[in-house]
């Protein structure tokens, strides 16, 4: 799943030309993602394991492995879509109706994932 929704946006930054580094714009928008997903989970978790996290500090995989994989994969697709659509909605008002048809025929495309 994460490898299509990184192509997506591979796409999409193809698609409006974004001059700067692209991979490294996925891996920072992913890298947010991630932290999202936790910083929305955590709450939800029970308070004995809200405790242990704090406990780890700022240790990621001591964390990670204290919440359950299936809630942080489903925050983490939430999130992610999330973001995506926060970011087309910032990014189709700049683009041309060109543009706009190549992202809506991506988008689309991919609506099995989403």
């Known amino acids: ?3 299509a929704y ?3 946006l591979f796409s999409i930054l193809d698609i409006i030309n974004y001059q700067n580094d692209k991979e ?3 891996k920072e928008f992913e ?3 991630i932290l999202d997903a936790m910083g929305y989970l955590i709450p939800k978790l029970p308070q004995n394991i809200q405790e242990s996290i704090r406990a780890c500090g ?3 995989e001591k ?3 204290l919440i359950p994989e299936e809630a942080y994969k489903k925050e983490f697709i939430k999130v992610s879509f999330d ?3 926060e970011l087309l909605a910032s990014v189709l ?3 041309t109706p060109l543009q706009k048809e190549k992202i809506g025929k991506l988008i689309s495309s991919q609506q099995h994932l989403i």
């Open 31 to 33: 890298a947010l993602n």
């Open 1 to 3: 799943m994460q490898a």
């Open 6 to 8: 990184n192509n997506i």
């Open 63 to 65: 964390i990670k492995q």
């Open 83 to 85: 973001a995506l659509d």
């Open 58 to 60: 700022d240790d990621p």
């Open 93 to 95: 008002p700049t683009v």
């Open 24 to 26: 490294l714009f996925v």
